[in-house]
């Protein structure tokens, strides 16, 4: 049986898996990331995540620090105005428009945009950079015993790591947290969500906007121009069955219905990609750690897509993990570190989970009673200048 030593293995190569690899490598520890599945780098291609992430503005000193943020700069669209819509059960004309304006509060965009496959491609670029990180996909973390001097993962080839860290990122389906016995508290919505690019004839002007209607909300997210014409991403949530229908549309039906729920606001949407989709679910692990490891990402939490805080909140898994391992290198992976990580970050996810929730549940109201308290609250929410300059403020806040 092969064995490796390494100062940190992560099991999990998605975005946040990738991100932490760079963040701990750039850091200077020895790196070990697997993942079942190659990453797919090519929009195009079979299987790409065509699905964006919005970094948030905590995120950019995260992925600077990782020597990410000037591979990312370039392909990366400002979002500048986070646009609130009530659409109210109209098919037409939105009938509430509120605009959260960074420059309120800030001389920085909100955040900036990015495919998730395009995200993929430049983080694998910065592994193979890094000399002290061995990134190995087609191989699966698929089994840990933990004990006081470290974690022992059996990889899917039989190789056997002996970490001073695990680093579960694993996604929310996580087979690590599984094996370290970490509990799981879920809520299902009978959601899902569609998620796919469009172009548009008016731009887009640097505003991400949620159409609210019943079922979920309609989310158009800037990206830079594709072919001459403005483009956004599109997450679309809805009632299970009805994301399920609309999947399985052909493109001009489903282009029909896509504009009339997206209320016109940058006029007709041509779709621009293939469709995607996947169901809603919010869920939060019990702990965030265990002995010699630590939860991060899906594996220790799951929100809706709104308000950009999924990928948001993993980022500050990373940037406490990394910060507490460049403080006291020696103590990776020890009982103090780890619940100081814990302490520090489950109660800030608790509490968004919390929220994001409760915004998930007033975007589905489908009574008018209950539409009309929606954009009532909206209003009086935005109508306070302090109240929304904390809102905003909070938003942008992604560590506790």
């Not at 890094?130 to 990889?155: H, I, Q, S």
């Not at 469009?198 to 906007?209: K, Y």
């Not at 970050?345 to 994001?356: C, E, L, M, Q, Y």
């Amino acid at each position: 049986m092969n064995r490796i030593t390494t100062d940190i293995l992560i099991a999990g190569g998605g975005v946040a898996g990738l991100t932490a690899a760079a963040a701990f490598g750039t850091a200077g520890f020895s790196v070990l990331c697997v993942d079942p599945a190659p990453p797919v780098t090519d929009g195009t291609a079979q299987g790409a995540d065509l699905r964006t992430t919005a970094f948030l503005q905590p995120a950019r000193d995260l992925l600077a620090d990782a020597g990410l943020w000037d591979r990312l700069a370039p392909h990366a669209a400002a979002l500048r105005v986070m646009r609130i819509v009530d659409a109210g059960g109209a098919l037409t004309e939105p009938r509430l428009t509120r605009d959260f304006i960074a420059d309120e509060i800030s001389d920085l965009p909100f955040g900036w945009n990015l495919p998730n496959w395009l995200l993929r491609r430049e983080m694998v670029a910065r592994l193979n950079e890094l000399p002290n990180v061995d990134f190995r996909p087609g191989l699966a973390a698929v089994g840990v015993l933990t004990r006081e001097r470290e974690a022992l993962v059996t990889l899917s080839d039989k190789t056997q790591v002996a970490a001073r860290l695990l680093v579960a990122a694993d996604g929310r389906g996580s087979a690590m947290r599984q094996a370290l016995g970490i509990k799981l508290r879920i809520i299902r919505y009978g959601q899902k969500a569609l998620a796919f690019a469009v172009t548009h004839p008016r731009p887009h002007d640097n505003i991400s906007t949620e159409v609210h209607r019943t079922g979920g909300p309609f989310t158009l997210v800037p990206l830079p121009d594709r072919d001459g014409l403005p483009c956004s991403a599109v997450v679309w949530m809805d009632r299970g069955p009805e994301i399920t229908r609309l999947a399985a549309l052909a493109d001009d039906l489903f282009v029909q219905e896509m504009n009339e729920r997206s209320a016109g606001v940058y006029g007709p949407l041509a779709l621009a990609t293939a469709r995607s989709s996947w169901p809603i679910v919010t869920q939060i692990a019990s702990r965030f750690c265990a002995q010699r490891s630590a939860l991060i990402a899906e594996a220790a939490h799951v929100v809706p897509p709104i308000g950009a805080q999924g990928l948001n909140m993993s980022l500050a898994d990373i940037a406490l993990l990394v910060e507490l391992a460049r403080q006291a290198p020696a103590s990776i992976g020890t009982p103090a570190m780890l619940d100081r990580y814990h302490r520090q970050r489950w109660p800030d996810a608790a509490a968004r989970v919390a929220g994001i929730d409760a915004l998930n549940r007033a975007s589905m109201m489908g009574a008018p009673g209950l539409r009309d308290l929606r954009a009532g609250a909206l209003n009086a929410l935005y109508s306070l200048p302090p109240v929304r300059h904390a809102l905003m403020r909070a938003g942008l806040r992604t560590s506790g």
